[in-house]
């Protein structure tokens, strides 16, 4: 789910943006009547809708948060017996089909990140646009991000912001965050965000906040989101039927390597040491995938005016050979390993 992940009205959420790149979305799945599809981030059921508005299709969408699986009833009330809505993980797909009688599907969508209705509600914690508590936490119970700012040593928040959030000042940063709990604990978003900022400062031509890349690391941390990325993507290449197809919309550069680098080596060989050596006996390359899109897509123009959230918004698709699945390997995806767990 991500930044400008968009909502449906009909879904009742409280955000009202369109979904982002919807119809490159739709183009790249290709729904058809009798298809099986998974959405693997429901939110408002944006891409739900679309999909079963697209074709007579069946549409199994799965979300984390309790409040999107609570609004989803919505939706499966109007499309009875076509909209199957689970509370889990992306990354169990395969497993969560197979409980409800798939065992292959059609198309699987990813669409990253925070969810408007998720931003837009300061109780949640995801935005310091709005003063509301350190929370961050996408699904039900665990700790919050208040609780990983408060307790994680100094060194522990550094390497969290510098490689979650590419931060470069990451240590100077989690200084500040030290200190100032001294005091008193950080409670709410607008204290971190201000913390961070005065360390920062802030230029006139900057159009993001400070903090932007530190609750970028605190909120994919706290829900492990790159992991649940690269092991999502796994799942749909298991579960994808020979012809399906894979569309995934990224928000950031951490979330876009991952994608590339997975479609790259399922597609692709791995390039040798040298062109003049032989491949390595019984190492025959057998891709899984074949690219839509060697390039990612990215939204209009006008879309970006319709809704600044698109602006970051890439997106990658690909078709499902008959190959067998490769096994997974996350240093290989770029996935950062920080020695260090939720």
Known sequence: MMA???SSAA????????????????????????????????????????????????????????E?????????????GRLLAVLGRYSDMDAIAASEGFTAVDAVTLDLGVSSMQLDRPERGFSFMQEGPLDMRMGEGGPSAGDIVNARSEQELAEIIGKLGEE???????????????????????ELAELVAKVLGRKREDTKHPATRTFQALRLFLNEELDELAKGLAAAERLLRAGGRLAIVTFHSLEDRIAKRF?????APPPRASR???EAAGKIFTPSFQ???????????GEIARNPRA?????????????????????ALGVPRLGLTV
């Open 291 to 301: 690219l839509l899109n060697r390039r990612p897509l990215e939204p209009s123009k």
């Open 263 to 267: 479609l790259a080596s399922r597609s």
């Open 11 to 66: 879904a009742g959420g409280p955000a009202r943006h369109i979904p982002v790149m919807l119809s490159e979305t739709l183009a790249a799945l290709d729904p058809k009547d009798g298809d099986i599809v998974v959405d693997g981030t429901f939110g408002a059921g944006g891409y739900s809708e679309a999909n079963l508005k697209r074709a007579d299709c069946k549409v199994i969408a799965i979300d984390r948060d309790p």
């Open 311 to 331: 602006r970051s918004a890439r997106l990658r698709a690909a078709v499902r050979t008959a190959a067998p699945a490769h096994p997974l390997d996350l240093s």
């Open 168 to 190: 470069r000042r990451a240590r100077a940063i989690a200084k500040a965050i030290v200190a100032r709990r001294a005091e008193n604990p950080i409670a709410t978003t607008a």
């Open 68 to 80: 999107a699986f609570r609004l989803s009833g919505q939706l499966v009330e109007k499309y009875p």
């Open 4 to 6: 400008g992940r968009g």
């Open 276 to 278: 003049h050596l032989p």
